[in-house]
């Protein structure tokens, strides 16, 4: 399984969980990002997620790759969708396999932290009302000027 | 030299496209093609006048320099996941 | 879906995932863990697991209790299978969903802490070469004497 | 009063049998009880002196005093997960 995906089609949870899961890795740490139907009380009907897909891909690609690094053995395994997203879909997973349990959570955490401050990727909220706007986002840290 | 511009999101509504190409002077830096793509108008001028930039799919400064055939994006504050 | 089983069942993991990313929380976090292969270098063929049942499922209800009012708000939920099991089978699951994604790891990261300090469940592992043990534990801190 | 003991894992295989019912002097202990099982002999001598034990299935101390038909359990360190 490609280690950083970012893709149109549903994310197949299972199928992450079932490659960051193999025999030599006792525990997984699976994180699911989903679409909620409310953001800061306001009804939401759904969500369109806009990336510089090219850039996008290399960044994770990079992402997934220090995660791993920092776990010393084991899987990492992220894919972010982009598109159009409706309530309760997944938006992003990230699966993190390895002998003990404390790197895959560290693991996991770290790919999910890292993707909110880097990743190119944009969410456009649509709300119950008609109305839609781009969600604030976070200026990545190596870049600041 | 020729430059291409990615507008994305937020900054692809303001400037009303998600592509440009402008032909800039040799040794113009990724700040400088910002202030021509504003300069431009038409929507353009409404883009921050130092936003976060990638050069050819990797995060810049506003201080690089350019080459003829780059890519440059302008990138929104992000917000995946 | 009850917060906390002890089953002699084979685990559903995508059933905890989805009754945990309901429409309200943005976020789940997913712990599992897997029978693994080896122990120590040692090959292992399988593992069974002991559990003073009555018990286990009340402090698996306590723990994940608490994990639930650490959080906030969201919904915590963890099952643990006792019996025979193989290589790759899951033999703890906990799910934690939350608007937000931080308390999602801590939940889930509380939950298993927790899991293997204080519930009263045992493994004896098996080996290739036909032998067996009960691997060593932890004394639950609230009794040490 | 009737005390009924539970034994789990290592602590069933030390003393082969996973339950036994001993009658006890009122006022006995979880550690009073431990000690007479232990006296019992057939394996259970091998049992440790002073185990974890619940009492009703809550953890509980080896000081605490039990009480007619209570379950008294052995709990060797626990291995879940």
Do not use: C
């Not at chain 1, 790759?65 to 982009?82: F, K, N, P, S, Y």
């Not at chain 1, 002998?99 to 990727?121: G, N, S």
């Not at chain 2, 883009?47 to 930039?53: D, H, I, M, Q």
Request: net charge negative; charged share 25%.
């Amino acid at each position: 399984m490609t280690p950083a995906v970012i893709t149109r089609d549903p994310i197949d949870t299972a199928a992450l969980l079932d490659a960051a899961g193999d025999a030599a890795n006792g525990a997984v740490t699976l994180f699911v990002g989903v679409v909620r139907d409310h953001n800061d009380d306001r009804p939401v009907t759904g969500m369109r997620y806009d990336a510089y897909e090219a850039m996008a891909s290399d960044v994770l690609h990079e992402i997934v790759a220090e995660a791993r690094t920092a776990m010393g053995e084991g899987t990492v395994l992220a894919v972010h969708r982009i598109g159009e997203l409706a309530i309760g879909d997944v938006s992003v997973a990230i699966a993190a396999g390895a002998p003990h349990r404390a790197p895959t959570f560290d693991a996991a955490r770290y790919v999910i932290e890292q993707i909110k401050l880097r990743l190119p990727v944009w969410k456009e909220e649509h709300y119950t009302d008609g109305a839609a706007r781009w969600l604030p986002g976070q200026v990545p840290p190596m870049v600041q000027s | 030299m020729r430059i291409r511009f990615l507008l994305f999101a937020l900054y692809r509504d303001l400037a009303g496209a998600e592509e440009f190409e402008l032909a800039l002077p040799d040794g113009a830096t990724a700040g400088d093609a910002v202030s021509a793509l504003r300069a431009r108008g038409g929507g353009s001028e409404r883009l921050p006048p130092r936003p976060v930039v990638a050069i050819n799919r990797h995060y810049a400064s506003l201080d690089d320099r350019l080459a003829d055939n780059d890519e440059l994006a302008l990138l929104p504050p992000v917000a995946g996941g």
